[in-house]
């Protein structure tokens, strides 16, 4: 089990994101993707609208484009060129 305690300033007593990392703390925006990416099931697709499902049940702040958007650019999540699927590769 990966340790996320380098974002626990930002997780609320429920384990939900109240806050997003500032830009150059790189660290703590890839253990906080890295978190997100574990509320996803391997090998399964998912629309944007569940992605986003996900993502909001994860966060106070409903930012749920950005974070999918980064997840996919940091190889998270893939997705197909049209966007309509995402998965976790296992």
Known sequence: MED???IDGYLN???KLWSM???KQRKKWDALLRYLATKFEFDVQYNEM???EIIN???E???PATLRRL???NGLLKRT???TAYWREG
């Open 4 to 6: 996320f305690s380098i």
């Open 13 to 15: 007593e429920e384990g």
């Open 21 to 23: 990392p500032g830009k």
């Open 50 to 52: 569940q992605v986003n």
């Open 57 to 59: 049940a994860q966060t």
């Open 61 to 63: 702040f409903k930012d």
């Open 71 to 73: 997840m996919w650019g």
């Open 81 to 83: 060129l049209d966007g």
